[in-house]
Each structure stands twice: as C-alpha cells, then as structure tokens.
C-alpha cells in the first residue's frame, strides 16, 4: 500500500486523535496550565506507541516533560531525529476567535483551532508518516522522537535535557516541521531561521497611581517616559538605535542577495492579505529581506494605567512592555539583552527607574543547502508536489535548533507544512487539510531518500 | 449648642452614615454599576431629608440620576447651591490596597477607601453641615443641594439638567468641597482649577495579530507606532508639539507668578512622599507653576498585544492608549481635542491607521479672591484654623465648574478639605477625621459670614 492510499483510509482516525491532541490546551505560557502540559506529554506517548515505537517515554525536565520514543531498526542504519513540540501559544485575545480555540473544527477544508499548525498539527503528521512506514514495512532507518513541551516560552528546559540523553538522541539528522512553505503549489525549505533576544522592561515613576490633575505636568509619566524610549528605539530609516545593536551581523554579499530575490513574491498581495496600505521596515531592504536577513524589534505587548471602560485620570504608577528583537547568524541573544539593558538604563530619565529582564532567547541558524538531509527534501517535496522546492530564510525562530547542533552535534532539515495564512500565535490558527496531508505523504520520501544517499 | 459639641455629640452616627454611603460601589466609568449609582442616589435623597430638606429627590438625567434637595426659608435670603458628586473612580489596580476599597476602615484616625475623600466624604460634609444648621435653627439663609452621579466621567448629563431646571437652580453661589488644602495647618481656598480634553487613540496595523518572527520588521508594528507617536507628543523641554495647541494659552504676569511662588511649597518633601529622585516637566516654570497654570499631558493607560505571564512572540494587530491633557483658561477642550486629532491624523505613518475619540473634557476656570464668597470663606477657615488661607491654583479639573457659571449665571466658591495624601483616583484612597470634623466645623461659618456680607 503506498502512503497515499493508506492515508485515504485511515484519514478520519487522523483527525480523531489530532483533535483530541488539540483538545489539551497546553499553553507553557501560563502556569494553570501546568497539568494540562503533563496531560498533552502523555497523549503523545500513547501516539508513538500505537504508531509503532519500541519504546516512549514521558521524562521529567526541570520545566515541562519531555516525550521521548524511538524505533531502532538496526546500528548499521541511519538515525533520523523527530523533534516538534507539545505546547503551544496564549490563544488571547479570545474576542477575536469565530471559534472555540481549543475544540478544533473544520471548515472550507481547513482545520481551525490553537496548535491546528504550530505544533501539534506539524508535528503529527510525523506519528503518522512514521505509523504509515511501520505499519507497511517501509521503515529504511532509526527513528527518534524527542516532543517538548516549552517551544513557546523559549526551551529553557531542553538543553539540559539534551546535554544529559546525549548518547540515547544520537542521530544524522534532526528532522522538524515547525516552519512553513511559500503557497500550496510553491514547495519551500526553510534554509535559515532568525534568533531571538525577548525582553520585558518595567519603568517605575512615583511610588502610586496619582491623580493626573494635581500631579500632571510635574511628575514624570512612566507610560509616557516608556513610549518615548520604545519611540527612540527605532529611528526614520527603520534602525536599531540599540548601540553596539549591529557589530555582529553579517551582511550579506550581492550575489546572495540576488539569489533571493528571486524566490516568488507578491507585495501587492501580501498587502492586501494583511490589509495594510503601506509595508514599512529598514530602508534599502526589501520585504523578503526585512524578515529573512536583518535583525529587527518589536513591541510584543505593553500596558500602563487604566485600560478598561470609559476614563481614569491617573498617573500611573509603572509602566511595562515586552519587546523582542529577531537576530541574525553570529548575534548572540544575551550579548543583545545586554546592549538592551544598557540602552535602557542609559537613556532613562533620573526621573524614572528602569528595569528590564531577559525572558528568553536563541541564535539564529542557516542550514546548507548541499547537505544529502537537504537533497533528500529537496527530491521528496518534488516527488510529492511535482516541482522542485525553493530555499527560503524565515523570519521566525526556532531558538533550540542551534543548541542542537552544539549540544547534540547534529544538522536540522526544516521540512515546513504551514502557510503565512494560517495565522500561528494569533486568533483563528488553522491549518488546511490539503497541507496537513500533503505532510503526511511527503515525509516518508524523505526517509526513503534519506536512508538510500546515506548508504 | 455650637458645631463643635454638635460633631462631638453626633460623630459616631455620621461615620455610621458615610460608611453607608461608601459601601455603594458607585463606580460611573462601568456600565455593570449602573444599579449601584441609583443605589447611591437614592442614599443621598434620604441622607437630605434626615438633615432636614423640606423636599429631595432623585431625578432623571440621560444618564444617572441628580439627587436635588433644598431647604427655603425665604425669597428674601440669600440661597446657597450645594454641589457635590456620589460617583467615584474605578477602584483597580485592586491588589495595591491594603484593604477593602469599598469596605471603609478607620486606621490611624484615617478613613481608608475609594470616595472617602472624592467626594463622597468631601460632599457628606455638607449634609452635615446642613444637618446642623437646621436642627439647631442656625440656618442664616436658603439652602439647595445638587448630588450628581457622572463627575468622574465627565458629567456629561448635568448641563442639560441645569438648563432645564434654571429656576429650581438659582443661587446666589455654588459651593463645593472637590479639592484640597496645602496641609493640616495651612488652610487653602482653590481659586483655579485647570480644563480637561480626554482622548483615546485607537492605532490598527495588520487586520489580525501575527506571528512578531515571520512578519516583524516588514509589517508596522502598531505599539511600536503608538509609542512613537506619543513620544513625539511632549519635546526635550516639556513643551507639548500638538500643533496650536498653546496658541489660546494666557501667560501670568511676573507680578501673579510671584504671587503665586509664596505659597508653601518644599520640593524635597514633595519627592520623596512620591518616592522619585527627580522631578520633570516644562521647562522654565516650577512645579507648582507645571501644575496651576500650565497646561499639561499624560498618558492615562495604553495597552497592546500580550500583557500575560511569560512570553508571545505576537505583532499586535492594535494598540491603544487614553490620552488627557490638562488645559488653562481660554483653552477650549473641544478644539484642543480637535487638534489632537489633527495631530496623530498628520503625523501617523501610512502602514497604520488612526482614529481619536474624544471621551469627555472641560473648560479651566479661575475664582476671583475678592468676591463675597471669597471673603465669607476666607473667614470661615480663618475662625476654625485660626489662620488665613492661601489662594491656591490647583492641577485638578472640575469641568462642570464652568459650565455652572455659563448655564446658570452663578460662580463658585471651592472650599476643599482634602490633603494630597489622600491618594484620590488611587489605591488606598483616604481621607483624615481631623480634616472631615474640620470641614463640617467650618461650613457653617461660612454660611453665616456670606448671608452676613450679603445683606
């Protein structure tokens, strides 16, 4: 039976025990979902074992558990290592969702639902290509599954985890789909990925709320003192003016530049899928180049005074944002929390107390493009979607994949399923079923080619 | 018997009385209150007819009801128009009280709670005050009481209900406690208070949030946006940039600013009671200046994007923010509003859009210091502090105050008793029984030297 045909048959049993998945809202994020996390560890354990593994396992971290599974066929062949995560993003605002964020539904062929794409969504389509290739004798090499539960909150867990089961996740290959493709009938690899440098800052004024009349004008507003320092953060030609911000990107050279340029893009119509008039980013770059080579900053969140109906007339008391800044290869994320900090508490007023924290982080990471793991892609999306995919440098961050090669010495393919529409980390996630599939037939190729190159 | 036997005879059931009165969460900025406003209302309508009003009742308004009340010996006297409010602020943040902001406490000879101060400690004196004079026949002239349930967010209903009850509302002068004093022992009569434009600012990026890696740097951020925007609000010197905005500014003679500068004030005690290394604001005036006669603007709240615990990596799809400023005499509040409005229209980057809403404001208003109300109050507190208050220009806003003057043809007299620790607006609201006692000691007096001067 090919993996087409064994997909028509066992389709709707896919999306049974996806949407049960999804069902778990495991959101690391927040600490009352604690339970909910060790509950999703479980149900991907179960997963591997009805797949086919050996053995699974849920193992404790210092944060949430990793699920550990592995089918080992022999020492002779190679390894692949599956790596996904379990957790996903806070589903808020909850206002703006036509459905249930956690009771998945499918609608116009599309799967709607938090996790519906990032991760549990990508993810599974590895249980099944692997169930599909134990199932029928397919399987040519070792598998590996290593699914962690803090992806979203920046794997703090993780690299101890790795560091200690280095021998038991040895492999020649990390395989992940936690990325996505161009369009459906435009494959992509993603050849590199941007690091990530995520800070909250705290600006305290006076010692409490005052009344905004008799203090205004006197005393220093830590939400206006905040706006203006996010303000000077960016200047009129869209640059970091973090000093020190830039002394170690890379730049990149013409020719590679013009190489990219060539991957299909469409400004218009990206405009009008986000509604925007106007792109807007660092002047002498293009959009592809905004998100795929060049470090930038944003406000993720921030909040002071009174937020709710009608007015207050406060002075706050504090102010808060949390702002990020995506990296380049060769930046390194505290060395940028450092410059942060510093700016910071450098271009603070006296009249105000500045702290700021560094949530959490991760370098960037390019992968080559020769490699046999990229070649062996490169012939399974062809195989699949009937034309060669493009090499694509994503703007987001899979922060752990760099620790990987560090601490566990091996590459990373990013075999991405996912579309810029299926709205990941925002409200109405989805992920249609065409691509949802489409994974599930293209991953065991990969396998295939893998395992025959690697002879 | 004299006031003070009287309070000492009475205290415990005025307390009993205002803590009634209190425990009504009359809160106008939230629709989910509505109730309790009528609740408050309905309080005030009987705390009138036990004092001795001939007639009070609540009356309706587009919004929450009036409490009116009066008392008319003859068309011969003089009438004095009570004005006072039962509406307080919103309460939140609620975990920086130390108790109960609805739940009123006695502590070190301090009311604590939300309205102990604004107003509805402030304006039970008056009740009291009234109470007395009554039931001791030491009533010198008539008497009218106007309770409103919307000063805190505006007291949008109350001009249609002047002009509609002009004639009910004639008095010789309006008399309200809604401000303060400069200390225990250093009496003070507010003899300005500034206007009030009140803005919210609603800035929309993309048409949903989205994922701050894949999108950041090419899309407009709309917090980074706002922040700017609100940074560029008030330039290096204090001055506010909002195109003509300053343009109906009166500037005081040296003369006045002289004048003005003999008011105590210790800036010392002034930072450290709010905990700040250093002040701020426009340069070239002091702080009292910044506040008294200077216009002003403060960030209220603003919020965008992910104010949880932990991390999103999210570009918010909006950002927000309430925006007042403060305004002198001759500022209209509906054309700074519409300079504001000009303003971020302008100056907004074509990747976002941008709109205002003006939620309430007020025009400033100034009390002349040689009227007979002046002088009646002067010699009120001069006989129960035994010594003369100071004229002081407060940062406060009572917009209605000028509305009074325009619809009902009436000036008023602000006879304040709070102290700038009360902390009103703020967490952990309170109000002194010294400065309670005391401005129930003192109202009568100065309804006897007004009806006096008034022959």
Same mark, same amino acid.
Request: no cysteine; glycine share 8%; hydrophobic share 30%.
């Given at each position: 039976m090919n993996i087409k045909e064994y997909i028509e048959l066992h389709k709707a049993r896919f999306l049974d025990e996806l949407f049960g998945l999804i069902r778990?809202? #495991?959101? #690391?994020?927040? %600490?009352?979902?604690k339970q909910d996390m060790v509950r999703a560890a479980e149900y991907w354990k179960q997963l591997l074992i009805d797949a086919g593994a050996d053995k699974a396992e849920v193992m404790p971290t210092a944060g949430n558990p990793v699920v550990y599974g592995e089918k080992i066929i022999s020492e002779n062949l190679p390894t692949v290592l599956v790596y996904g995560h379990y957790d996903v993003m806070p589903a808020?605002?909850?206002?703006?969702?036509? %459905?249930?964020?956690?009771e998945p539904v499918i609608k116009d062929d599309i799967i709607w639902a938090r996790g519906a794409d990032d991760d549990k969504g990508q993810a599974f389509m590895h249980a099944k290509a692997f169930e599909y290739m134990v199932k029928t004798n397919n399987l040519p090499c070792n598998v590996k599954f290593m699914i962690e539960g803090e992806e979203e909150v920046g794997s703090s867990s993780l690299e101890a985890y790795c560091s200690e089961h280095k021998e038991m996740l040895k492999s020649d290959i990390i395989l992940v789909s936690d990325t996505g493709m161009i369009a459906q009938d435009i494959p992509s690899i993603t050849s590199g990925l941007r690091g990530l440098s995520y800070m909250q800052v705290e600006v305290t004024g006076p010692k409490r709320d005052l009344h905004s009349g008799i203090f205004g004008g006197a005393v220093a507003n830590p939400a206006n003192v905040l706006a203006k320092m996010i303000g000077d953060l960016?200047?009129?030609?869209?640059?970091? %003016? !973090?000093?020190?911000?830039?002394?170690d990107v890379q730049e990149l050279s013409q020719a590679e530049r013009q190489l990219m340029a060539k991957a299909p893009f469409n400004l218009e119509n990206y405009k009008k899928a986000l509604d925007i008039e106007q792109e807007q980013g660092?002047?002498?770059? #293009?959009t592809t180049e905004r998100t795929g080579i060049r470090p930038t900053l944003d406000v993720n969140g921030m909040w002071s005074g009174y937020t709710g109906e009608g007015t207050k007339t406060v002075l706050p008391s504090k102010a808060y944002a949390k702002i990020s800044m995506r990296l380049v290869p060769n930046q390194d994320p505290e060395k940028i929390a450092a410059l942060f900090d510093a700016h910071f508490k450098k271009y603070a007023p006296k009249s105000v107390r500045v702290t700021t924290e560094y949530l959490h982080g991760g370098n960037a990471y390019v992968s080559p493009t020769d490699s046999i793991a990229y070649l062996a892609a490169d012939k399974a999306y062809t195989q699949t979607f009937g034309k060669k995919p493009i090499p694509v440098r994503s703007g987001? #961050? !899979?922060? !752990?994949i760099s620790t990987f090669e560090r601490v566990l010495g091996a590459k990373t393919i990013l075999m991405g399923f996912g579309?810029?529409?299926?709205?990941i980390h925002s409200p109405n996630e989805n992920f249609p079923l065409f691509n949802f599939f489409k994974g599930i037939e293209t991953i065991p190729y990969f396998y295939k080619y893998f395992a025959e190159m690697k002879k």
């Open positions: 778990i809202p #495991s959101v #690391s994020a927040k %600490t009352e979902h808020e605002p909850f206002e703006l969702w036509n %459905t249930q964020p956690f960016i200047d009129q030609n869209g640059h970091i %003016t !973090i000093e020190g911000f830039y002394d660092e002047a002498g770059y #293009s987001g #961050s !899979i922060p !752990i579309l810029e529409s299926d709205a």
